[in-house]
Every structure is written in C-alpha cells, then in structure tokens.
C-alpha cells in the first residue's frame, strides 16, 4: 500500500516558522480533499488544517491565523505554512485524506518548536 511522505519538520524557536510538504500516490489525489494532523507527545491525533480538492481550507481554531493549508495538484503534493510557531504546536505531523484512510499513514515529521 503506498502511503503518504512528509518532510519539511525540524526544531525552530517559538515564534519561527517551518513549511512542511507531503507528496502521495497519484491514482486519486487530485480529486480527494486532503488533511494535515498532528499527535503531539501522549495525545491523540487530531486534525490541524483541511483543503478541498478545488482549494477550499479548514483549519482549527488553535491555528486560525498561523497556518496555511495549500496543494500543488500538478505535483502530487500538500503544504503546511507554520507561522508564530508556539511550544504548544510540538508534535509529530502527518498528511492523509480528509476524511482519512487508516491505510495511508505514512512516518510523518517531527515538529519541534522550543527556545
């Protein structure tokens, strides 16, 4: 089963910003609307932003205003803009469908955001 690849995370002071990509198999990603999440250390995961197959976004109330969803169709591929980075976003992020498929989970990155 091919799943999704993130990449993109890193350690960053708070108030920084990261950009995070995910490229996924291409047999349905253009049509299918997609999903950034994120578990953070011993808490479940929850999702952070969504974006519509025509580009319509969602995002969570905890990063209203931080983060920005986008999708490079042509590329198979779904960014993360985090921006005024806090303590509290630490945690590992993943993309999937939107809803998700158990199936696709993929390593995900590693988003760390201390002084």
């Known amino acids: 089963q091919v799943q999704f690849v993130e990449s993109g995370g890193g350690l960053v002071s708070p108030g920084g910003s990261l950009r995070l990509s995910c490229t996924g198999p291409?047999?349905?990603?253009?049509?299918?609307?997609m999903g950034w999440y994120r578990q953070p250390p011993g808490k479940q995961r929850e999702l952070v932003a969504s974006?519509?197959?025509?580009?319509?976004?969602n995002s969570a109330n905890s990063v209203k205003g931080r983060f920005t969803i986008s999708r490079d169709n042509t590329k198979n591929t779904v960014y993360l803009q985090m921006n005024s980075l806090k303590p509290e976003d630490t945690a590992v992020y993943f993309c999937?469908?939107?809803?998700?498929?158990?199936?696709?989970w993929g390593q995900g990155t590693q988003v760390t955001v201390s002084s």
């Open positions: 974006i519509t197959s025509r580009g319509y976004t």
């Open positions: 291409g047999s349905r990603f253009s049509s299918k609307a």
């Open positions: 999937n469908y939107s809803p998700y498929l158990d199936s696709y």
